[in-house]
C-alpha cells in the first residue's frame, strides 16, 4: 500500500515549555498501517504520534518516563504490557499520566463494546486481539496518579472490518462507556457513536489531534 506522506503542520513542534515535572508518564500511541492487508490506513496517525510527543515533552513529561509506540511497534503484547505492568509499577502519587491513542477503533458486533485496534489486531476476533475501550480505562482507573488523562482520536464506521470507508477516516469508536470513567481520568475522544472524523490533509494529521494540540497551545487546562 501507498503510503501517507508526512506533511509539516504549524504544530509540530509546541510553543510551549514547560519546567519538567519528574513523576509524570506518558504512554503515546499511533499506527497508520496495520498487518491485516484488508485494513484501511488510519490516514497521518504517526504524524500525530510524533506530534503529541512533543507537546507532552513541552508539557513537562520527560523523555525517560515516555513510551512512543508507532506501527509495528504497537502490538497487543506491548500496549498490554506498557498499560498493565510498566505504568502500574511506575506511576506515583503525584503523576500526571497520558495515554494518547491514534488510529483505528474497532465495535464488537455482539455487544457494540468498543475497542482499540492495535498493530496487529483483527476485527473479526476482537476479543483476542484487540484492546477492549472500558478495560483501557479500568487499567488507568487503578493507577495512583493524582490523574490521568486519556486522549483518542479514533472511531468507528458501524459496517464492521469490511468497510468501505472514506479517505481520511477512521472506524467510530463508540465512546458512549465514558459515562463510567474513574474519578481521576479525563477523558478526550475524537467522536461520538454516530460521527466520523477523519484528517486535515494539508497540515498532514488527523482533525482531532490538530485542534487538540492548538488548545494545549492556547493555554487549555493541562498547559500548567
Not at 495512583?144 to 479514533?154: F, M, T, Y
Request: charged share 25%; aromatic share 8%; hydrophobic share 35%.
Amino acid at each position: 500500500r501507498k503510503s501517507t506522506k508526512t506533511r509539516a503542520s504549524d504544530v509540530d513542534k509546541p510553543r510551549i515549555n514547560r519546567p519538567e515535572r519528574p513523576n509524570d508518564y506518558a504512554l503515546v500511541v499511533g499506527i497508520e498501517s496495520y498487518s491485516g492487508n484488508d485494513l484501511p490506513r488510519a490516514d497521518y496517525a504517526e504524524h500525530d504520534a510524533d506530534a503529541t510527543a512533543e507537546h507532552l515533552l513541552a508539557l513537562g513529561v520527560p523523555r525517560r518516563n515516555m513510551k512512543i509506540l508507532k506501527g509495528s511497534d504497537a502490538t497487543y503484547g506491548k500496549l498490554t504490557g506498557y498499560l498493565e505492568s510498566w505504568l502500574p509499577k511506575n506511576v506515583a502519587e503525584s503523576s500526571r499520566v497520558y495515554f494518547y491513542f491514534s488510529g483505528h477503533g474497532s465495535p464488537s458486533l455482539q455487544n457494540g463494546a468498543a475497542f482499540l485496534l492495535p498493530w496487529d489486531g483483527d476485527p473479526r476476533l476482537l476479543d483476542a486481539t484487540a484492546l477492549p475501550l472500558k478495560k483501557v480505562y479500568a487499567s488507568l482507573g487503578k493507577l495512583k496518579a493524582k490523574e490521568v488523562v486519556v486522549v483518542l482520536d479514533a472511531c468507528f464506521s458501524g459496517a464492521g472490518g469490511r468497510s468501505v470507508i472514506p479517505k481520511g477516516t477512521r472506524p467510530l469508536v463508540v465512546v458512549s462507556e465514558a459515562a463510567a470513567l474513574p474519578r481521576n481520568i479525563t477523558s478526550f475522544a475524537a467522536s461520538q457513536g454516530n460521527e466520523v472524523t477523519g484528517s486535515i490533509e494539508d497540515q498532514g494529521h488527523g482533525i482531532f489531534t490538530y485542534y487538540f494540540l492548538k488548545g494545549i497551545e492556547g493555554g487549555a487546562k493541562y498547559s500548567t
